[in-house]
């Protein structure tokens, strides 16, 4: 079965969300590298306009992100205990504690997310480089 780009997207940044958290519960941090996505560790892109709709897509999952992370900032920074007790103290701690390992993760998925961005830029322009360069090859061979 072959995925939309939009499919393969959805697919990678949930599995990599998934790959991330599981060393997390042993207390282990998980090296941050933005790979490939689609079947066999790649896109299949024919067009600039593909590359731009792809660039988008993966902006809108970092600007996401970003949204995510200040709102768990913000949480962190105005969780109060309920009480003036040990018990609520202590509960309050462990909440920011909590809060503060989610923006370290959210931190981590927006660095993901834009090495992506860099990539599939840096490739764009390649692609346009070489589309440029076939363009001018083609009226050049015709006289033009």
Do not use: C
């Amino acid at each position: 079965m072959e995925l939309t780009v939009d499919q393969q997207i959805d697919l990678e940044v949930a599995v990599t969300t998934f790959a991330e958290s599981v060393p997390r519960l042993f207390g282990a941090q998980p090296e941050i590298v933005a790979g490939g996505g689609g079947e066999g560790g790649h896109y299949n892109i024919t067009s600039l306009d593909e590359f731009e709709s792809l660039i988008r897509r993966w902006q809108d999952v970092r600007d996401k992100i970003e949204d995510s992370g200040k709102k768990l900032g913000v949480a962190a920074q105005i969780v109060e205990p309920p009480a003036d007790d040990q018990a609520s103290t202590d509960q309050a701690a462990a909440t920011v504690a909590s809060l503060e390992e989610a923006v370290r993760h959210n931190t981590a998925m927006w660095t993901y997310a834009q090495g992506y961005i860099d990539k599939l830029t840096a490739a764009r322009d390649a692609y346009a480089a070489t589309e440029g360069g076939n363009a001018d090859a083609l009226r050049l061979g015709d006289g033009g």
